[in-house]
């Protein structure tokens, strides 16, 4: 019987296929104590399924590269430890042996206990990390209890699956995205989380917040993912599925429609010019932002450098990866950002400081680059001597204060001199930026703009200082959005603060290149973009039917309203 399950939207789309439940705190479980003969087998099953599960990491931590490492890798390192994690499997053996408990109900039983102890913690970043527990232990299930025949899998890979779960790691979404996963429904989550993130550059649809999609769905059930609407249509009727092959037409005249885009001018409905730069880290992100008629690079990360090796990148290394940067982008701009690590990042350099009280707020970005000024100076080094390739600007992640900018010039004047030195060429001049994404930079920022050449706002961490919300915890989606009116309040500060001081303000957070801002963000007076190369030319389709006079004279409105709610019913009443 056909039903309808609604849902958040958190990417785009629709798909069609099977359902794949995941269910790690509600799989069903043998209970029935062990025999004493039995225990020994039990055991070996259990730590089969261990090193299976830690083998899956391990082989899926090597397969990635680029934009996915970056965004997984820090959950892969974190499960992998958790396998590893001595009372997890102290704990698990004694349920086991002692407790006759069949391995299943080990599992469930040790998961149940780890999350009231995480739930039971009065720092919300640690009680979140219970999903990290969720995750680990459906990993050790999966391996356990494994039991579709070839026949399945065979049907699975041949009409597709669409996972059904509480959530999902972005390390799990990774793997799967290249073996035939067609959408996520996930039963909790926020559409501004990691994995949801992940889920639109990848091109998933995903809904999220589906309160009823485990009790009400069955494996193999026949789902249209429709992200869309923000709903999951189960046993879709004939009417349903002709109106997913009508979608299916349509995204693909759409999509030949938005490649006609992609060396057109970004310009609004009234003929404002607008700049559109590309956030990247890998040549494939280069390439996309060139072949997308992106204006240059607004944000280029280098911590993956340092995120992919067992030791610290050399001088050399960054070089010919900044160089090849500067070349490929074919003398359009680049804005190389320094090394933004911190707790949050599992960097296999050994820089970042283990056992912060509140990792979000500790040494990151900057904090962490003047900590350890000798390996700073190796990057300046390399960024300097790229310069020479075409022209590059370098923007300072977690900036709070001037002093931070004063010390980090001092260090690429010392570099500098250094290498005039050895006869190395060097361009004339390298504009320096902060990254506002402190509240205290951005209330501020006049202070900067006496040492920054230019500001880009990083609205992820901005957002989520101002509002003191984790973006990844759903039961905070009614305070964690981007028109809360404080937010909009410190943009447009920071945005006429650059204006007046003649200086350019970007903005490359992830609201950069959603449609669903644009108009918001033009409102608030900014004139140059940054965003996922992936989202150029749909950004550029939308600029083209905003008036800019009209929304600039609505920004004053905007500014004055007093909840999130009458901000999104502003932005309606304007046909935005």
Request: charged share 25%; proline share 4%; with cysteine.
């Amino acid at each position: 019987m056909r039903h309808v399950l609604p849902g958040t939207q958190a990417s785009r789309g629709m798909a069609l296929g099977r359902a794949r439940l995941v269910q790690p705190s509600r799989y069903a479980v043998d209970t029935r104590p062990l025999a004493e003969e039995e225990i020994g087998p039990e055991l070996e099953r259990l730590h089969s399924a261990l090193d299976t599960a830690r083998q899956e990491l391990h082989e899926l931590r090597g397969k990635l590269h680029g934009a996915l490492a970056r965004e997984v890798n820090e959950f892969i390192d974190a499960h992998s430890l958790l396998l590893d994690d001595a009372e997890l499997l102290r704990g698990l053996d004694d349920l086991v042996r002692i407790g006759h408990y069949r391995a299943g109900a080990a599992l469930k039983k040790q998961r149940d206990k780890l999350a009231a102890v995480f739930e039971a913690m009065d720092d919300p970043y640690l009680r979140s990390r219970k999903e990290d527990i969720d995750q680990v232990i459906a990993r050790v299930v999966s391996a356990l209890q494994r039991q579709t025949t070839a026949e399945e899998r065979k049907l699975a890979a041949r009409v597709g699956e669409i996972l059904v779960a509480d959530t999902i790691a972005p390390a799990d979404m990774a793997q799967l995205a290249g073996n035939g996963l067609l959408g996520v429904v996930a039963s909790s989550g926020s559409a501004y989380s990691h994995s949801a993130i992940l889920a639109r550059s990848l091109g998933l649809p995903m809904l999220v917040g589906a309160r009823d999609a485990l009790s009400l769905l069955h494996d193999d059930d026949l789902i249209l993912l429709d992200a869309e609407r923000g709903e999951a249509i189960v046993h879709p009727t004939a009417q349903d599925l002709a109106r997913y092959r009508a979608w299916q037409r349509e995204a693909a005249a759409e999509g030949r429609r938005l490649a006609t885009l992609a060396n057109a001018p970004t310009r609004t409905r009234d003929g404002v010019a607008i700049r559109l730069l590309a956030n990247a880290e890998t040549a494939a992100d280069v390439a996309l932002a060139r072949t997308r008629g992106a204006d240059g690079v607004g944000l280029y990360r280098t911590e993956f450098l340092f995120l992919r090796h067992k030791g610290l990148p050399s001088e050399d290394e960054q070089f010919i990866a900044y160089r090849d940067l500067v070349l490929g982008m074919g003398g359009l701009p680049v804005t190389i950002r320094t090394l933004d690590l911190g707790a949050d990042k599992a960097d296999a350099a050994g820089l970042v400081l283990r056992g912060e009280d509140n990792p979000a707020l500790g040494v990151r970005g900057v904090r962490l680059s003047l900590r350890y000024p000798a390996v700073f100076t190796t990057q300046i080094r390399a960024i300097l001597r790229a310069a020479c390739y075409g022209p590059v600007r370098v923007l300072v992640p977690m900036v709070t204060q001037p002093d931070e900018l004063i010390a980090v010039r001092t260090l690429f004047k010392l570099a500098r001199q250094d290498l005039k030195r050895d006869s190395i060429d060097l361009p004339e001049k390298l504009p320096l930026g902060a990254m506002i994404e402190v509240p205290a930079a951005a209330i501020n920022v006049r202070a900067l703009l006496e040492h920054a050449d230019f500001l880009a706002i990083g609205t992820n961490d901005l957002a989520q200082y101002v509002l003191a919300a984790d973006r990844g915890n759903d039961a905070l989606d009614n305070i964690y959005t981007p028109l809360q009116p404080a937010l909009l309040r410190l943009l447009s500060h920071v945005i006429g603060a650059g204006r007046r001081a003649g200086k350019s303000v970007s903005l490359c957070g992830e609201i950069g290149g959603d449609v669903n801002f644009t108009a918001m963000l033009l409102a608030l007076g900014l004139n140059e973009f940054s965003m996922h190369p992936s989202q150029l030319l749909l950004v550029r389709d939308r600029l083209a039917t905003l008036d800019h006079a009209t929304l600039r004279g609505h920004a004053t409105r905007l500014l004055r309203a007093f909840t999130h709610e009458q901000v999104a019913a502003l932005l309606a009443q304007l046909g935005e």
